[in-house]
């Protein structure tokens, strides 16, 4: 059956099906977003359908305790899949215990109840969508959560001078900081990695059947926000993903990042979000959401201290080898000259981490031509800031706040089923 477009199905039904691709803190904030504004506007006003709502979510976390898990009992990672149970459930009391983080130095410390219960779903129920779905029976969830692929695999980077980066966690991190090109999946199988070196074995991964199905029903497809590299494109690397959105009748919209993330969008603009994802899959989007507000200046100040204070270490730690390497005697000249001339590159990104200008995402409408490419750019207030902890210590950061997101979006589908109204 042709899915119904977006237009009808809101003249029809006054509710919209969204599908949301995504992953991490991200696909979070906005399914906390939607949540919140369909639990508020319960009357006519109320345009979203949440419980028919999807949500697609990448499975290639390898770090923390999902990593940990991945490698002891060789499951999919479930730690985003976790997250959004916990935003989506209605079950405050007990999806608070799913939260939990144990905190001892043993074996359990680190690992949520949440990652180590849909591990030990999976192992009872005989495969991961099962496991999900007993966990939102009982955690009185809204709405579906569904992994993007149901194949085991690690996530990729190629970068530009051709260096392939293996691992999720490892991405972000990698000292080698030349941008990165593309990403694509390798199969892993009794937990371990089948690749060549220099990345030709690219594994086709299978779309998850359930996700396809729920973008072709979709009457709005919603991509982001998320990491881009990390977050977004190990959805749209799937073949069979980029094609049911090629073929879905739904609008199309792409939220992009607030803010640029080190060693994945250094220095990004919105055109240049937008042409990444463009470059990994050719879909039409009719709409780009971005935020026109700046962050406060001290919180800009901290993202530019944090980036300085990762590219001096960097630099820190390939001169303390270099200086070991010489010191022993232990490698040929030329060797020490490579890693001089990866220190001078470094140092001269350093200039540009430091400018303020370039930590948060922005929209130059006079440099920036979108609509040339047939979108609509929507700008709007969409900002929080908040307090984050990460290795242990507090950090103001800069986040989309989910009620703001929302109501930008439902002004968006609004806005396009006037646009599509038979005159």
Excluded: W
């Excluded at 199969?187 to 074995?201: A, C, I, V």
């Amino acid at each position: 059956m042709k899915p119904e477009s977006a237009s009808n199905a809101l003249r029809n039904t006054n509710k919209l099906r969204l599908a949301c691709i995504g992953g991490g803190s991200g696909l979070s904030a906005l399914l906390s977003g939607i949540k919140h504004y369909a639990d508020t506007n319960l009357g006519d006003d109320n345009i979203i359908n949440l419980d028919n709502l999807a949500a697609i979510v990448t499975v290639s976390d390898d770090g923390g305790s999902s990593g940990r898990l991945v490698e002891e009992f060789d499951v999919l990672p479930p730690g985003d899949i976790r997250r959004l149970l916990f935003t989506l459930s209605d079950a405050d009391e007990l999806a608070g215990l799913f939260e939990y983080r144990f905190s001892s130095n043993g074996e359990l410390g680190g690992h949520t109840i949440g990652n180590i219960l849909l591990t030990a779903l999976t192992e009872l129920k005989g495969n991961f969508p099962k496991a999900i779905q007993a966990a939102s029976r009982f955690l009185a969830v809204r709405g579906r959560i569904i992994p993007v692929t149901l194949d085991y695999t690690v996530l990729c980077a190629e970068l530009a001078d051709g260096e392939i980066v293996r691992g999720e966690s490892t991405i972000p991190k990698r000292e080698n900081r030349e941008p990165i090109k593309r990403v694509f999946f390798e199969r892993r199988e009794n937990g371990k990695t089948h690749h060549r070196e220099d990345g030709s074995e690219i594994y086709e991964c299978q779309a998850h059947e359930e996700a396809i199905e729920a973008l072709l029903n979709a009457d709005v497809i919603i991509i982001g926000p998320g990491s881009l590299y990390t977050s977004i494109m190990p959805n749209l690397v799937i073949k069979g993903i980029v094609d049911a959105i090629q073929r879905s009748n739904a609008m199309k919209i792409y939220v992009c990042n607030v803010m640029t993330q080190p060693g994945e969008t250094d220095g990004y603009a919105v055109t240049d979000h937008v042409d990444a994802l463009l470059d990994h899959a050719k879909i039409k989007l009719q709409y780009v959401l971005v935020n026109n507000q700046p962050a406060p200046t001290e919180v800009i100040q901290e993202y530019v201290r944090q980036e300085l204070l990762a590219q001096l270490t960097r630099i820190r730690s390939l001169s303390e080898d270099g200086l070991s390497m010489l010191y022993e005697n232990k490698a040929h000249p030329m060797d020490v000259m490579n890693l001089a001339k990866h220190i001078s590159l470094l140092s001269a990104e350093t200039m540009l981490v430091a400018d303020a200008s370039k930590v948060q995402v922005s929209y130059n409408p006079e440099r920036e031509n979108l609509k040339a490419e047939g979108m609509t750019v929507v700008e709007a207030d969409l900002i929080r800031d908040m307090v984050v902890k990460e290795g242990g210590v507090e950090m103001n950061v800069i986040r989309h706040a989910p009620e703001k997101l929302v109501c930008s979006l439902v002004k968006i589908m609004r806005h396009h089923e006037k646009l599509n109204e038979p005159r």
